[in-house]
């Protein structure tokens, strides 16, 4: 059916002719055979072999975060993103701003810029402007669809089946296409029409009920770990669908909801929920249910937090804090008596942590032993030296905003290198790119369609 390939590994394989049936090319080595993304039928993105997602190629339909960051984190490893956009707004967080990066170049320099929130989670992709409201526009997706390997979309169960855009119809046009829809509460189940925005599945998920202050209100995490969460789920489970793919040759459909991955992520609340039958123990602020002390305490100039996670830990500290005599205190002899005292305990220590600065007391612990850490703002985790030794802070040259600074990809490989190969794009930046080399128009076509505002 597809073209073979006899013997040798991923480093040996020989460019493959273009296939025109929807049919995944098989190839045959090391004695088993194994269902190849189309990707590597045709030209290959200008990546490092050595990347793990090589040759695959992604069509990016999701906006906003979860989505994003689940196709940036695939970009990342390797694989050649095709971010589907608005033709005139483009990704909604494009509006997001400010603070947003001035164009200092092109013919947007009186334009806001790009905003922080769209290049935190769009590098490693290519942008497609394209209103797919037409018979047109579907029909390019169509030709995209037949030509990846995966898709991505983050729209209301059941919206994309009136552009034929739905795994049922484009399935037949590419059995092995790996689909991934991510909604607020997925695909099934009584509220699977309900729009589901981070904030409202901490809420209604149980995350903010056990996150602020023991005496205070419930409030949200300071960033959208759901939609972040998500985002990993997402892209680990289209991951495990390539592999599996690779054995079968099949696609299939992955349903991927912010409240199934916000009940999963509560994981050891949950259990002791579930095991003891009783209700949660609430907030604790920077503190922890069941060990003391182990949580934040103010210095003289700000916070630093402490955690004496057993007997022998909490000597330590006490011999760092200056008070050994806390060791054999009946009140404070072991973590059970320990926790009953908590407060007449955490108010002695909170008593001397403010005598001196955070810096002071991270001198005073250095290679105590025990786990302390300064409570940082953003700029200073951004500065910090252990996050600059990490590399987790790249300058990249934007195509219109010039150099800027962004976050790295966080994983260090031995033999891959993920990295930001390209800063995140412009809106339509690569139309014509896409629609030349892969869907295959000439310049007349595109050029009607841009007069038509199906592409930009």
């Not at 460019?15 to 080595?29: C, D, G, H, V």
């Not at 008593?351 to 001196?356: C, D």
Request: aromatic content about 6%.
């Amino acid at each position: 059916m597809g073209t073979r390939l006899l013997g040798g590994s991923m480093a040996s394989f020989r460019t493959i002719r273009r296939l025109s049936s929807p049919i995944r090319p098989q190839l045959l080595f090391n004695g088993s055979i194994c269902s190849i993304c189309r990707g590597l039928a045709t030209a290959a993105p200008a990546v490092s072999p050595t990347l793990p997602l090589a040759g695959i190629r992604v069509l990016d339909m999701t906006r906003v975060l979860a989505g994003p960051y689940c196709t940036q984190i695939l970009g990342d490893l390797g694989a050649d993103i095709i971010k589907i956009e608005h033709p005139t707004r483009g990704d909604d967080t494009r509006a997001w701003g400010p603070p947003y990066a001035k164009h200092i170049k092109g013919n947007k320099q009186d334009s806001p810029g790009e905003s922080a929130y769209f290049l935190s989670v769009n590098r490693n992709k290519k942008s497609l402007g394209l209103s797919f409201a037409s018979p047109s526009g579907v029909s390019i997706l169509h030709n995209l669809v037949e030509n990846c390997d995966v898709l991505v979309e983050n729209y209301l169960p059941d919206t994309l089946q009136k552009y034929k855009m739905d795994y049922d119809t484009v399935s037949k046009l590419n059995p092995s296409l790996i689909y991934a829809s991510i909604t607020g509460y997925g695909q099934t189940g009584p509220y699977r029409k309900r729009a589901g925005y981070d904030v409202m599945v901490e809420a209604e998920m149980g995350l903010m009920h056990i996150t602020g202050s023991r005496d205070g209100p419930p409030v949200k995490v300071g960033v959208a770990v759901t939609d972040l969460t998500t985002g990993l789920y997402t892209s680990n489970s289209i991951m495990a669908a390539l592999l599996g793919r690779a054995r079968t040759g099949k696609g299939q459909h992955i349903d991927v909801a912010l409240s199934d991955c916000q009940v999963a992520t509560l994981a050891n609340i949950a259990s002791s929920a579930l095991i003891s039958g009783q209700p949660d123990s609430g907030r604790w602020g920077t503190a922890h249910p069941s060990i003391v002390p182990y949580r934040g305490f103010r210095t003289a100039d700000g916070d630093i937090l402490l955690g004496g996670g057993n007997d022998r830990l909490f000597g330590v500290l006490c011999e760092k804090l200056g008070k050994p005599e806390w060791i054999n205190d009946e009140r404070f002899r072991t973590n059970g008596v320990r926790v009953k005292n908590r407060d007449i305990l955490e108010a002695m220590i909170e008593a001397e942590t403010k005598k001196r600065t955070t810096k002071e007391w991270l001198e005073v612990l250095d290679e105590s032993g025990m786990p302390y850490a300064a409570v940082n703002d953003i700029q200073g985790t951004l500065s910090h030296e252990h996050v600059l030794a990490r590399d987790m802070v790249k300058e990249v040259e934007h195509p219109t905003c010039g150099p800027m600074k962004l976050v790295n990809t966080p994983v260090k490989y031995s033999y891959s290198e993920p990295s930001i190969r390209t800063p995140p794009p412009v809106v339509g930046q690569h139309t014509d790119e896409i629609l030349r080399d892969i869907v295959g128009m000439d310049d007349g076509a595109i050029k009607s369609l841009k007069a038509e505002g199906v592409v930009a």
